[in-house]
């Protein structure tokens, strides 16, 4: 009787101890990881504070100019979109849909990527038709599908039409003869994104502060490593820098885009993409370039099956994750503040929502 007594008193205290969390499993602390410097060379140098351009220097007439237009939603042909519409600067450069809508609620084919740090990537949009954030800028104003403005002289009609703008461009472009020009204002659009770029605590390591990750990060940054991510996501933007075919060790899924082929015509080039940049990634999903995969997780598994043929399990995941959150940086509150635009005037177009 006893022994038995004792027995049930013990099975009622591990009982007790498990409901109120006594004898809960502590899981085992993460793993101590001394990262290799070699590793962090190939992220090297950490981000800029301005993205330089030798043949747009940067000024302050620029940028103020730049950063009205924009928002500027008359240079839409329904007045009711601006570049923010797609890449809101509240919202990590992104709209949060796996496709925009344009004129007469149209919607694109691919995803808008974040325009935070994009200055820096060695070419823009999905396949790379457009070589900087200047020549990139003057795309979607005229593109039937998003802005649809109907042509640069239509869209110069506009900006004339307001004297506000026209003093803008002559500060921004002093000593031109025609100031007001479509290629001075994707210059001035190209100025301010120029600025848009967001620091982050994985840029603090990289200059030499060790202590700006914790051991739960440095482990997620040797898992990626172990991966094999490095591959196609290093460099400062952590991607950015170079094409990739989708699905280079099994074939994707969903075939129907052709990528960069749609550009040069080569079959070679058949769903050819720039690999985006990893920066700010948790904030601006959903992923790839239609925006049809809606988690980071299951963005990663995909690379890790289509691109690296393997199958990663749910704890290399999270820990990837834990890693490139460390990439999140500060959004430039200040410098991203809507501006007061000038008023329409009699001479300004109205609003058009026709095909």
């Not at 000024?59 to 007045?79: D, I, N």
């Not at 919202?91 to 949060?96: A, E, H, N, Q, S």
């Not at 050819?272 to 239609?290: Q, T, W």
Request: proline content about 8%.
């Amino acid at each position: 009787m006893r022994k038995s007594l004792f027995c049930q008193m013990g099975i009622a205290i591990v009982l007790a101890g498990l409901f109120c969390g006594c004898g809960t499993v502590t899981p085992p602390p993460p793993r101590t990881v001394e990262i290799d410097p070699v590793q962090i060379q190939i992220f090297e140098p950490a981000l800029p504070d301005i993205i330089e351009s030798a043949s747009n220097p940067i000024t302050e007439q620029k940028v103020a100019l730049g950063r009205m237009l924009y928002f500027e939603p008359r240079l839409s042909k329904s007045h009711q979109i601006s570049c923010n519409s797609c890449h809101g600067l509240d919202t990590f450069g992104v709209d949060g849909t796996p496709t925009s809508d344009g004129h007469k609620g149209q919607l694109g084919t691919r995803n808008a990527p974040t325009v935070y740090n994009a200055a820096g990537h060695f070419v823009q949009f999905w396949d790379g038709r457009a070589p900087d954030v200047e020549a990139q800028a003057k795309g979607p104003i005229l593109n039937p599908v998003e802005m649809a403005m109907p042509s640069e002289k239509y869209v110069l009609t506009v900006l004339n039409s307001m004297p506000e703008y026209v003093a803008a461009f002559k500060a921004a472009f002093p000593g031109e003869k025609d100031p007001v020009s479509y290629d001075n204002m994707a210059k001035a659009i190209g100025a301010f994104e120029r600025k848009l770029v967001t620091p982050a605590r994985w840029d603090k390591f990289v200059k030499g502060d060790k202590s700006a990750l914790s051991p739960e990060e440095k482990a997620g940054f040797a898992t990626y490593m172990e991966v094999g991510c490095q591959g196609c996501h290093a460099g400062t933007y952590v991607g950015g820098n170079t094409y990739q075919r989708l699905g280079m060790v099994k074939a994707w899924p969903d075939a129907s885009d052709p990528g960069r082929e749609k550009v040069t015509k080569n079959a070679s080039d058949q769903m050819v993409f720039k690999v985006p940049s990893l920066r700010n990634i948790e904030k601006s999903g959903p992923y790839f370039h239609n925006g049809k995969i809606g988690t980071l997780a299951e963005a990663i598994q995909s690379m890790g099956e289509y691109q690296l043929g393997k199958k990663l399990s749910d704890a290399q995941v999270q820990s990837i994750i834990t890693w490139l959150r460390t990439l999140t940086g500060d959004v430039p509150a200040e410098y991203t503040k809507p501006p007061v635009l000038p008023k329409s005037t009699s001479k300004t177009p109205k609003p058009d929502i026709s095909d």
